[in-house]
C-alpha cells in the first residue's frame, strides 16, 4: 500500500537502509563493477552537460586535498605518463591533448628520458 505521508514513507526507507546497510551497499557495488562502462558513459554525459559545475567539483576536491593532488603528479612526472607528456606538449602549442597522436607522444618520451640521463650523468 503506498504511503501518503512522504514523511512517513522517507522515514521507513531511512530505517530500512539503517537495518540493511551492507547487504543494499554490497549489491550496489555489485551492479557497478559488472555495468562500469555503463556508468563511465553516464558520468561523462554529465560532465559534459554541466561542465562549470563539473570544474568546480573538481577544483573544490584539488583545493580539499593537495596532498593528494601532488602524490599523482609526481607519479605521472616520475612515470613520464600519456597524461603528463600530452600536457607538456599541448602547453607549448594550439593543440588538444586529445589531438597529439600517440606517435609523438612516445617520441617526446624518449626525448624526456634522454635528458634526464644526461643531466644525472653531468651531476
Given amino acids: 500500500m503506498p504511503y501518503k505521508d512522504p514523511q512517513a514513507k522517507a522515514a521507513n526507507d531511512r530505517a530500512y537502509y539503517i537495518a540493511n546497510k551492507e547487504r543494499i551497499r554490497a549489491r550496489s557495488a555489485e ?50 605518463s600519456d597524461d603528463y607528456i600530452r600536457r607538456k606538449m599541448a602547453q607549448h602549442t594550439t593543440m588538444k591533448r586529445r589531438d597529439i597522436p600517440q606517435t609523438l607522444v612516445d617520441a617526446h618520451r624518449e626525448l624526456l628520458r634522454l635528458k634526464r640521463e644526461l643531466r644525472n650523468e653531468k651531476l
Fill in 31 to 80: 551492479y557497478r563493477k559488472s555495468h562500469l562502462a555503463e556508468e563511465r558513459k553516464a558520468n561523462a554525459a554529465w560532465r559534459n552537460a554541466n561542465r562549470e559545475r563539473s570544474n568546480e567539483i573538481k577544483a573544490n576536491w584539488k583545493k580539499a586535498h593537495p596532498d593528494k593532488v601532488n602524490a599523482r603528479e609526481k607519479m605521472l612526472r616520475d612515470n613520464l
